[in-house]
């Protein structure tokens, strides 16, 4: 089951840099594509304030 980013998203782009299938797009917030993420948790752990969940 993909990630989801909730509220609390900084977009500071670290879960970006961390994601091996590039699913991760960051304007004001991050936003994972669902069809695209391998749910490795790879962004989970590189989110510097939590805001990286199981779906």
Known sequence: MP????????????????????AITVEDQACIDADTCIDCGACEGACPVDAIIEE
């Open 3 to 22: 990630r989801k980013v909730t509220d609390s998203c900084i977009g500071c782009g670290a879960c970006a840099g961390e994601c091996p299938v590039d």
